[in-house]
């Protein structure tokens, strides 16, 4: 993601990352909560592939840093598996929410955004992430589970993280939304012009979605994407999806950021692809960091 370190979690957070802890091997090069868990802003590709980053590591000394020489690039990408939950057939469910999605053009979204995920989840996209299998835990398929919109409480101008989290909480305790289970996967899209609060950083300022876990409770939260940062020349449902894609992606692969599949010093799965694309079963997803062919497919 840009690639961006994110802030430490909202309160609510604070007891489930110390328990994950206690678990999971230490992650070097990140203090708790500040894995990478988000999609970054589109930005001009790197001059330097990242198949051959490892071969410009060589930090220059502190003198010549001091003089302006740039630091050395980040090291070549391998993710590895640090002992946590994978989600093993996600179920996703959408929440659409505002007052945006019940009519006209929001209604048309909501209808195809419903289509990807039928499709998707179903895809060769979820087919390549069999290598990342560990014992007791085998990557397949997935399903959807189903989707609403909900305009109550819709958020105002902006919404902050530990709102979200607040709201998931309140729709699952009172049965607005499926229960939790080990596979659950709540995608919260957020009305076009609605600005996303998270660790201090802002959508279309610093990201444009992003996934989590408080808990049990596994969830990705999808600004519209109403900025440049964000489109990346495409259309705005096909930026959707690309995003969608890459947070999906790696909620399956590492749903507590920092404990299933990481890369500490280039983040989750999509983070080393970001803003490449292909097409799958119509439509347009990222590309994907591979151990396997040591490079985004």
């Known amino acids: 993601m840009a690639l961006?370190?994110?802030a430490r979690p909202a309160a609510g957070a604070k007891s489930a990352t110390k328990s994950a802890a206690k678990t999971f091997p230490k992650l070097t090069g990140h203090s708790k909560g500040e894995h990478i868990r988000v999609v970054p802003l589109h930005s001009p590709k790197p001059t330097i592939a990242i198949d051959d980053l490892s071969k410009a590591r060589q930090q220059p000394g502190d003198a010549a840093l001091f003089d302006g020489a740039a630091p050395a690039a980040a090291a070549a990408a391998h993710l590895t598996y640090f002992g946590g939950p994978l989600l093993k057939n996600?179920?996703?469910?959408?929440?659409?929410w505002g007052k945006k999605w019940s009519a006209g053009p929001g209604v048309?979204?909501?209808?195809?955004?419903?289509?990807f995920y039928s499709a998707?989840?179903?895809?060769?996209?979820?087919?390549?992430?069999?290598?990342?299998?560990?014992?007791?835990q085998s990557i397949?398929?997935?399903?959807?589970?189903?989707?609403?919109?909900?305009s109550a409480n819709a958020p105002v101008q902006s919404v902050t993280d530990t709102t979200v989290r607040t709201q998931l909480q309140s729709w699952i305790g009172a049965r607005s939304v499926p229960a939790v289970t080990?596979?659950?996967?709540?995608?919260?899209?957020?009305?076009?012009?609605?600005?996303?609060?998270?660790?201090?950083?802002?959508?279309c300022?610093?990201?444009?979605?992003?996934?989590?876990?408080f808990g049990k409770v596994y969830y990705a939260v999808m600004p519209y994407p109403n900025c440049a940062g964000c489109l990346g020349g495409l259309a705005a449902f096909d930026a959707l999806t690309g995003t969608s894609s890459h947070e999906l992606c790696e909620a399956i692969t590492d749903p507590v950021p920092g404990s299933g599949w990481y890369d500490s010093n280039n983040g989750e799965i999509g983070d080393i692809c970001a803003w490449s694309f292909k097409t799958v079963s119509g439509y347009k997803v990222q590309l994907e960091w591979s151990n396997l062919?040591?490079?985004?497919?």
């Open 4 to 6: 961006k370190k994110t």
């Open 90 to 96: 996600v179920q996703v469910y959408i929440i659409f």
């Open 108 to 115: 048309q979204i909501v209808t195809k955004l419903n289509a």
């Open 120 to 136: 998707i989840l179903v895809s060769p996209l979820i087919d390549q992430l069999a290598e990342y299998n560990v014992a007791g």
């Open 140 to 150: 397949g398929h997935g399903s959807l589970l189903g989707s609403k919109v909900i």
């Open 182 to 203: 080990a596979n659950t996967l709540y995608f919260i899209y957020l009305d076009p012009g609605i600005v996303s609060i998270m660790g201090g950083s802002k959508s």
């Open 205 to 213: 300022t610093s990201y444009c979605g992003y996934h989590d876990a």
């Open 293 to 297: 062919q040591n490079k985004c497919v």
